[in-house]
């Protein structure tokens, strides 16, 4: 392997995954405010952040999931607090809510990645005269 160059970009690191994140960070992961987040602790029981030393909720990737499944089941779904918790309910009786919140996330990834790719290709095919 050979010395960097001067001015050549430092290699790159893979970034470790981390093990708490703090309630700005899960705000600007999930696109939803902290006031959102602290309301859906007190309407899902299942949903309880810890808290630092300082008292400041850190997160844990299991509860940022469940974040991201609530926001489903409640802004895609449409579903009601109370269908949410019931939802939650019928998923725990059926098994892990965060398995479900796996196979749920990958397949509504999977679809805003090929909307995305479709208006990318729309954009790439326009024709010449426009």
């Not at 006031?35 to 299942?46: A, D, K, M, N, S």
């Not at 844990?60 to 609530?70: A, M, Q, V």
């Not at 809510?97 to 208006?119: Q, W």
């Amino acid at each position: 392997m050979t010395d960097p160059t001067p001015g050549d970009p430092p290699p790159r690191r893979p970034v470790a995954r981390k093990e708490y994140y703090s309630i700005g960070e899960v705000c600007e992961l999930t696109g939803l405010k902290a006031h959102v987040l602290r309301y859906w602790e007190t309407q899902f029981r299942i949903l309880q952040p810890g808290k630092n030393q300082a008292g400041n909720r850190v997160y844990r990737p299991r509860e940022i999931k469940l974040i991201l499944l609530l926001k489903y089941l409640l802004h895609d779904q449409k579903y009601t607090i109370e269908g949410a918790r019931q939802r939650l309910h019928q998923m725990r009786q059926e098994g892990d809510p965060e398995d479900h919140a796996d196979e749920i996330l990958s397949s509504d990834f999977l679809s805003a990645m090929k909307d995305e790719l479709r208006t990318v290709l729309d954009v790439l095919t326009l024709p010449e005269n426009t």
